[in-house]
């Protein structure tokens, strides 16, 4: 057994980690929450930063107590919810939406810009390129042990150095001043920014990458857990530290980007001021940017959605499991950037509030040991807020009960969930300790 790994292996593993959570929506968000924020852009992004890199750098740390098993801390709740949610986190990160987006968005940023008009509109030109792109993931994550090596010292690096050059250009040399915010911005910028970080998945990606982040430091010779917990730790600092650096620059990008007018994505708002400050050159160089940092995403992604199923599912081999993967992820990938995201969101609206119950929960794990009731309290109080939240997003509505929603705390900034939630929590908290002083013979007859 190892004591610890070495700073090298360590420094590998926290790039790699940076990498895989690196990807479509680190690069496309940030810059649309810029544009639309305007002069409101430092209050929205600290926002944005609590979801998009306090979550995921806390699921982290999480996971890796169970030793990457999110089956594991998601039984807390109750055995069935250990089945239930960690199949919903892996089909919703995995081939439904996480994955298929990496593919629609290296596709709008690498190749879009350079079809001529006649191109533009023909669906089979996608097509191709993500036929091409999920085959090179199908065969990167043949061979997850060796991802540390080829994104933590190749592919990190090279992505890092390219999206510096891009911002440093833009600013010292900014597109122009920041612009008036938006309606959502103006009004409530910290917690809508807060919302917009659900987007980049992250919270949700960390869950399910961890399983490939605890292989990747076992298989550096560290076996013993607090070992593995500490390093974790070490690696998600350096990640986050990335992401923070990342996410601060691409807001600033957008917020002077107006001039260009206002977009629909943020892929189409980067890849404009990437035109106008470097013309076709700095396109080129951002394409390669956004490629590299989609296929790491995507091969960290199906590597640990086949690590999942074939666990879940022994029947079918690991390379089964990966190939099936990649083809579904191409065909939802084809449906395009702009209608994945309006799909997404209503589905993470409605689990993320569960994700994150967890993901606090675990951290006084040792004072609810023989208290379930607590987590089960807590999954159902956000729940059955985030579900409603979700619905509504998705353009229903429910008359007399959208407006006693309303009444709940904090509902109308789309966390309204985390009263009920405290409140499910305490009431399990009240079942346990009640059921704690049933006297015994009583529990048996019963």
Request: some cysteine; aromatic content about 12%.
């Amino acid at each position: 057994m190892k004591g610890q790994l070495k700073t090298g292996d360590m420094l590998a593993v926290g790039l790699m980690m940076f990498a895989l959570f690196l990807g479509a929506g680190n690069l496309i968000f940030p810059p649309l929450l810029g544009q639309e924020s305007g002069t409101n852009v430092w209050v929205a992004i600290i926002g944005f930063l609590v979801t998009g890199v306090g979550l995921p750098l806390l699921a982290v740390i999480a996971i890796a107590q169970v030793r990457g098993d999110l089956q594991a801390l998601s039984k807390r709740v109750h055995p069935m919810f250990g089945w239930i949610f960690p199949l919903v986190c892996y089909l919703a990160i995995g081939p439904f939406f996480g994955i298929p987006r990496t593919g629609t968005v290296s596709f709008e940023m690498s190749v879009k810009p350079f079809l001529s008009e006649a191109l533009l509109d023909k669906w089979y030109i996608l097509f191709i390129y993500t036929v091409v792109y999920f085959a090179v993931t199908w065969y990167l994550s043949l061979n997850p042990t060796q991802l540390v090596d080829w994104f933590g010292k190749v592919v990190t690096p090279l992505l890092v150095v390219i999206v510096a050059v891009i911002v440093g250009k833009a600013v010292i040399d900014p597109v122009g001043e920041f612009g008036k915010p938006t309606e959502a911005y103006a009004q409530d910028a910290f917690f809508t920014g807060f919302i917009q970080g659900f987007l980049t998945m992250d919270a949700i990606s960390a869950l399910v990458l961890g399983i490939v982040i605890v292989q990747a430091i076992k298989a550096r010779g560290v076996t013993n857990n607090k070992v593995i917990v500490k390093s974790t730790i070490t690696a998600g600092v350096i990640a986050a530290i990335g992401l923070v650096l990342i996410y601060l620059s691409l807001a600033y990008v957008g917020a002077s980007s107006v001039e260009l007018g206002r977009l629909d994505n943020g892929g189409m708002i980067l890849t404009g001021v990437v035109n106008y400050l470097f013309g076709t050159t700095g396109k080129m160089l951002l394409g390669l940017a956004i490629t590299f940092a989609c296929l790491t995403t995507s091969v960290g992604l199906t590597s640990a959605c086949a690590e999942f199923f074939a666990k879940m599912f022994p029947k079918f081999s690991y390379k089964t499991i990966v190939t099936i993967i990649c083809v579904f992820s191409l065909f939802v990938s084809n449906l395009g950037l702009t209608q994945l995201i309006k799909v997404t969101l209503p589905v993470l609206i409605a689990i993320y509030p569960v994700a994150i119950v967890l993901v606090l929960l675990s951290f006084v794990q040792k004072y609810l040991e023989g208290k379930e009731t607590v987590y089960t309290g807590a999954v159902i109080g956000a729940f059955a807020v985030s579900i409603l939240n979700a619905l509504e997003s998705a353009g229903m509505s429910f008359g007399s009960l959208s407006e006693l929603l309303q009444m709940l705390p904090l509902y109308s900034s789309g966390i309204g969930w985390i009263v009920p939630s405290i409140l499910g929590g305490y009431l399990g908290l009240l079942a346990a300790n009640k059921n704690k002083h049933v006297p015994m013979e009583q529990k048996r007859s019963a």
